[in-house]
């Protein structure tokens, strides 16, 4: 608007993570406040996804990084021309997008043409760090960095919650939970009535679970190689469980289903279970890969085409998030998803703690609380 604004910073607390494979450090570091169309949140809770940990190891993104992407909180301070939230709002973050590809614009902001470089560049989407140490650039994940006690995010990836609903707890809704949720509702969308098969039930596979049964599933298979997330699976909706290293998948579900399943969710990403996911279909079934799976064989003219089935990859549940959380919300007060069940709180100094139960598959879905 032709006039400067004075930059606030303040000092935060975060988990800065400094180098590729190190622990978590809390630490002090500054934030810039809210540039236009930016909000400041007070981060409550983060859920903790397996997605960090890639982040925190594998090198995807620019180090130092503060990590986090499932964070909910309150809004305390609103940038220049920002309409949609006010401070005082209850809020839940999701990832980042541009808000102006093609795929943006037609609701498939899951699929935006900048997805990788707002999610994984370590920058917000004027290029900038909005964290830093000193002199050091300090780098930002899914445009929001939530291990940490304030976070600046674009208000298109804030999206507006029920004051009613503990905040702490709706975090992995901007991620995890809406991953296997929307691919079900928002991308397979199953008739009422049809067969579903999920394998893995970790927060994505279980989210897939209690979406089928909003759907109407009339069976829903869960697939999985632990006994307590099986249970858990039964009782959030699956109509049979069965554990991959005791029985042949493909031939109960093929046996029960009648000639397989209708529709799959793979959220393993182990090449054995996807090819599993194909063979348990019946012809013309879909199966959609969640799970990030390495390079691998499959058998295009018998697995797909000669039976009209498809495989189709899907980022974030195909949600439009500030669309897609709220639904999630009014469901999960009505009862009807329970993804409560899924939780284990911790405090922000247990981080590493969370980490590993999250890693050995002891907590489905930590969260940990910021306040
Ligand atoms: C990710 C999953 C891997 C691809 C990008 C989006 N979602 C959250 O962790």
Known sequence: RGYLQMESIMKIQAAVTHAQGA??????????????????????????????????DL?????????????SGVVEQVGENVTSLAPGD??????????????????HPTVCSRFNELNFGGRMDDHTCRLHQGDTDVHTFFGQSSFGSHVVAHERNVVKVDKEVDLALLGPLGCGI????????????????????IYGCGAVGLSAIMAAKI???????????????????????????????????????????GGGVH??????????????????????????????TPEMNIDVHNDLMAEGKSMIGVIEGDSVPRVFIPKLVEFYKAGKFPFDKLVKFYSFDQINEAFEASANGSVVKPILKLA
Do not use: W
Not at 47 to 56: I, K, L, Q, S, Y
């Open 23 to 56: 622990d978590f450090a809390i630490e002090e570091v500054t934030l810039s406040g809210p540039k236009a169309n930016e909000v400041l949140v007070r981060i409550v809770a983060t859920g903790v996804c397996h997605t960090d940990a890639v982040g925190r």
């Open 59 to 71: 090198g995807v993104s620019p180090y130092p990084i503060v990590l986090g992407h499932e964070g």
């Open 90 to 107: 209850h809020v839940v973050m999701s990832f980042a997008h541009c808000g102006q590809c093609e795929n943006c614009l037609t609701g």
């Open 178 to 197: 809406q991953t296997g949720a929307g691919t079900v509702l928002n991308r397979l969308k199953p008739d009422f009535g049809t067969s579903i098969a």
């Open 215 to 257: 759907a109407g599933c009339q069976q829903i298979f869960a697939v999985d190689v632990h006994q307590n997330r099986l249970d858990l699976a039964r009782e959030l909706g699956a109509t049979h469980a069965f554990n991959g290293k005791e029985v042949d998948v493909v031939d109960e579900i093929r046996k029960v289903s």
């Open 263 to 292: 529709y799959a969710v793979e959220s393993t990403g182990v090449p054995p279970v996807v090819r599993q996911s194909m063979h348990a279909l019946r012809p013309l079934g879909v199966v959609a890969i969640v799970g990030v």
